[in-house]
């Protein structure tokens, strides 16, 4: 048979050029590097983008154009099988920790210059080295994995898709691998990132054969392993029960970055974003608050969310006070089933802040 390489970043700007037909268009080299399409969805691309300028009147095509144009493909081949999420935001956007941070920010690096390591990488790599990038987001619920995907796809210009298990998974033998082999296939095609949420569902740990329904299992399984170490695209895996994948899956894993529960400062911080501009917490008491109340980034912004609609439903507007905020915490712990912890008593402020001051002299003497 006939293999055909995925054409390079020269390659692709041809097929922009001639996509175009020398209709006044981005320059071909910069759509060359930044969107990596096959040939034939670059002539295509092209072809719906020149008819947006002109049904706009325009007799030129801009970047908006294209953009619009890959969309409307990126979803005529993905959909159902996988849904479009709004890229969003910049990693100013998400309050990690330093490590999670500069995880994300090597990841970022490492997607933006896939094309460039493949051809500089050592004689060893060479033919076992792919364009592909496999990143697992690990954290409890709440902690910004989905939002991290969001910004990366962002960041790099990309479209992000999140995979619908209802959609891929079948009871059928066989049908699932070919619904994932066909979806996986389609999105290395069209270059966008796949998310897929709460991927211990299908990533799960290979077991003993006592059943066809294990023997099966193990099969799906193994599939996934082989297609994911040949994927050619970005693919993200969320999970909050990291232990529940198989170590294989681990071990392909290009990057894996850990999302912690925030602390004090982290949840200052998103409380500060997630407020209106106009609300009435001075900083002392909310940063009482995120010492205090142990949430998550997502139980915070329902928080938030939920405090600015008591202000409104008050005919306050944005005016969140602090007992809109102390009303929605109380909310938030009851829905997880846990009690909202009592303010500290000047008393035990003081005996706090002593205990404070001697284990900082303690640490300063050893």
Known sequence: YLDLPYPDPGQRAAFWREGFAGFPSPPPEELGDRLRLTGGYIQRVALQARSLALMAGRSRVDFDDVRRASQALNRHHLEPLALRVEPWGTWNDLLVNEITARDLDELETRCRHRELLVAASGPAFQGSLTRGVRALFNGPTGTGKTLA????????GMDLYRVDLAAVVDKYVGETEKRLDR?????????????????????TGRTDVHSANDRYANLETNFLLQRMEAYEGIFVVTTNAGSRIDSAFQRR?????????PGPQERLGIWKIHLPDAHLVDDAALQRL????TLTGGQIRNAALFATLLSVEAGRGGAVRLDDVERSLQREYRKAGASFPRAQTSEEAAHASVARKVDDLLEGLR
């Open 149 to 156: 995907a969001r910004i990366l796809a962002a960041e790099l």
């Open 290 to 293: 995120a010492t205090r109340t």
């Open 253 to 261: 894993f290009d990057a894996v970055v850990s999302f912690p529960s």
């Open 183 to 203: 979806l996986l296939s389609r999105a290395e095609e069209l270059d966008v990132i796949l998310l897929l949420d709460e991927g211990d569902a299908l990533l």
